[in-house]
């Protein structure tokens, strides 16, 4: 870029969401532009570590009827904004698709707003299975027609569900702020520019909209020191365990009693900094409260995890398959995605045991195709960055518009 451009990115405090932005704000740095990153306190640390201006952003705002009664409400959120947005003078204003208020706020001001979105692109497309229930696409022109003609059915239910209230609740806050309605819940996605951060080996085949990109995973990591690995020279197992969705380590604990007798090594990362293990560690095991992925990842066989698309997507940017037992959120749709693709196996809940876990990553062990598959995606990193990728797009952008 022969200018200097200024970017602001926002983004909720969630490390799922905050690392790929943190990822894509430094790419943007490091193309010599300057940088503004809003997020929760907690972060300030980190991107200051980067060299990055950093704004606290509000943490809990008032939205519907789940609103916390304390709290701001969106619309006064998103004008409390402009003074902000009006001293830095952002040439383009990126936000993931959790943090609305900075995109309204730039909105407002008639700055240009682009979306990041860190997981599969989540828009309905006819034919489809709703995002994000983690069912599989019909593989037949029957079972997708079946899906178009249960569309209809579900739309006509929405403006009585919660759905309809969030579409509702989120149009009344843009006339509010003078911006026109929309009547649509994925207005909340940049119409100018929508960066999916994932690999296009984890999209079904779908029409894409030509503002819409993917751009492959955005990966950030905090540097870790490396921990000690367990004894010998059996095939590793990581288990990254959720940072949000597991504060009793069942996956942990299942895992320890699944492999305890196998020929493998275990390593189990809580990632909870400062946490301890309450109970007792087979031989071939090492517990740790933290990890670099960066040592661990490419020196496994197989990862073991609740499907948080960061852990999936440094897997399989390492060429690592993964085992995927969901808790929340789009965990399940991840994890329908990578066993879709052939880089990994899903494993519900009720089968989150010794019995169920030892039988999925024997399974992995020894059927290569798993981790040929994982390969593909690898190759494919290998070649393209997600985020300079998106730091690429994010400046044409600003070029466009000025």
């Known amino acids: 870029m022969s200018e200097q451009l200024r970017v602001m990115v926002a ?17 943007l740095r490091a193309s010599g532009n300057e940088l503004l990153v809003e ?75 682009a979306t990041l979105i860190p997981h599969p692109y989540p828009v309905r497309e006819p034919g489809l299975p709703l995002y994000p229930l983690g ?7 029957v079972g997708r027609a079946a899906w178009r003609a249960a569309w209809p059915a579900v739309g006509t239910r929405l403006p009585n569900t ?10 009344a806050t843009r006339r509010e702020l003078g911006l026109p309605a929309l009547g649509d819940y994925d207005g909340q996605i940049s119409d100018l520019l929508a960066l999916v951060a994932t690999f296009p080996q984890l999209e079904y085949p779908r029409r894409w909209p030509e503002h819409v990109h993917v751009t492959g995973p955005m990966t950030f990591e905090r540097s870790h020191p490396d921990v000690e690995l367990p004894p010998g020279d059996g095939p590793l197992a990581l288990v990254a365990s959720s940072t949000e969705r597991d504060p009793g380590h069942e996956l942990a604990a299942a895992t320890l009693e699944a492999l305890a007798d196998e020929p493998v090594r275990v390593v189990v990362a809580l990632n909870r900094r400062g946490s ?26 197989v990862v073991v995890c609740h499907g948080g698309h960061g852990t999936i ?28 693709f052939g880089a990994g196996l899903m494993l519900p809940q009720r089968l989150l045991g010794p019995r169920g876990l030892g039988a999925a990553v024997r399974r992995m062990l020894d ?35 000025a």
Do not use: C, K
């Open 11 to 27: 983004s909720v405090g969630w490390t799922g969401h905050v690392y790929p932005a943190l990822a894509l704000a430094r790419a």
């Open 39 to 113: 997020s929760f306190e907690s972060r300030r640390e980190v991107a200051e570590e980067l060299g990055l201006r950093f704004e606290p952003s509000v943490e809990e705002i008032a939205f519907g009827s789940d609103a916390p009664g304390s709290a701001p409400d969106l619309a006064t959120v998103a004008r409390d904004l402009a003074p902000l947005i009006e001293d830095f003078g952002p040439d383009v204003v990126v936000s993931d698709m959790w943090t609305v208020a900075p995109a309204l706020a730039a909105e407002a001001a008639g700055v240009p707003r």
């Open 135 to 141: 069912l599989l696409p019909p593989r037949t022109p």
């Open 162 to 171: 919660r759905l309809g209230a969030v579409r509702r609740d989120l149009d």
């Open 276 to 301: 301890s293990w309450p109970g007792t560690v087979p031989p071939n095991a090492r517990v740790h409260d933290w990890v670099s992925y960066s040592q661990l990842i490419p020196a496994a066989a």
């Open 313 to 340: 997507s440094r897997s399989l940017a390492a060429g690592v398959p993964v085992i995927v037992s969901p808790r929340a959120g789009d965990m399940a749709e991840n994890g329908a995605r990578v066993a879709w």
């Open 367 to 401: 059927d290569p195709s798993f981790a040929a598959r994982a390969g593909e995606t690898a190759a494919w990193a290998r070649e393209n960055d997600g985020a300079e990728n998106g730091a690429r797009l994010v400046e044409e952008l600003a070029r466009v518009a």
